[in-house]
Antibody, heavy 116, light 108 residues
Framework: EVQLVESGGGLVQPGGSLRLSCAAS????????MSWVRQAPGKGLEWVAN????????HYVDSVMGRFTISRDNAKSSVFLQMNSLRVEDTAVYYC?????????WGQGTLVTVSS | SYELTQPPSVSVSPGQTARITCSGD??????AHWYQQKSGQAPVLVIY???ERPSGIPERFSGSSSGPIVTLTISGVQADDEADYYC???????????FGGGTKLTVL
């Protein structure tokens, strides 16, 4: 059974940093692209970033470019999202997801709140 | 930036057919996928590559595509189908993903 478990969310002040982690199990992690998708309170889904199975390609939505970094550790079956220079508008539930050309499995999400 | 357009809401009575559209300039070049999100839950894939249905998704869920518009059709709508539905695709290069704004399906 595919499982994706996010961690690392919490409350952070504007301008601060946070690192999200996603532990994957139940599949050959090193064979799949992975993605982060977020959802602000009461709002729709927003794609944040994708990373290729070997980490050689990374793509970001414009609004996080230069502030967020997606990475992965295939030996530990984990994907990460380093978030710097956080803004109030980054407040959201952040979902880790497995990519098969589309998202075929989602984690349960971790809440990030950016507030002073 | 690339955008996908969905109607904010659709309402149908039980047993009727619900159709949710999604339009985008690159839709003719890229596949679209559909996700169902019930309140307080993570999204679930219901249609991928315009028309394909994942295992475990009821046959009443179907997808179609015509040029820049894709459509999610739910036949014989049930109360349990009440949820938000999101289309997702990519820009013409296939590199940058985008979600539609979401459609709230209400079962009257």
């Amino acid at each position: 059974e595919v499982q994706l478990v996010e961690s690392g969310g919490g409350l952070v002040q504007p301008g601060g940093s946070l690192r999200l982690s996603c532990a994957a199990s139940g599949f050959t992690f090193s064979s799949y692209w992975m993605s982060w998708v977020r959802q602000a309170p009461g709002k729709g889904l927003e794609w944040v970033a994708n990373i290729k199975y070997d980490g050689s390609q990374k793509h970001y939505v414009d609004s996080v470019m230069g502030r967020f970094t997606i990475s992965r550790d295939n030996a530990k079956s984990s994907v990460f999202l380093q978030m710097n220079s956080l803004r109030v508008e980054d407040t959201a539930v952040y979902y880790c997801a497995r990519v098969a050309g589309y998202i075929d499995h989602w984690g349960q999400g971790t809440l990030v709140t950016v507030s002073s | 930036s690339y955008e996908l357009t969905q109607p904010p809401s659709v309402s149908v009575s039980p047993g009727q057919t619900a159709r949710i559209t999604c339009s985008g300039d690159a839709m003719a070049d890229q596949y679209a996928h559909w996700y169902q999100q019930k309140s307080g839950q993570a999204p679930v894939l219901v249609i991928y590559k315009d028309t394909e249905r994942p295992s475990g998704i009821p046959e009443r869920f179907s997808g179609s595509s015509s040029g820049p518009i894709v459509t999610l059709t739910i036949s014989g709508v049930q109360a349990d189908d009440e949820a938000d539905y999101y289309c997702q695709s990519a820009d013409s290069s296939g590199t940058y993903w985008v979600f539609g704004g979401g459609t709230k399906l209400t079962v009257l």
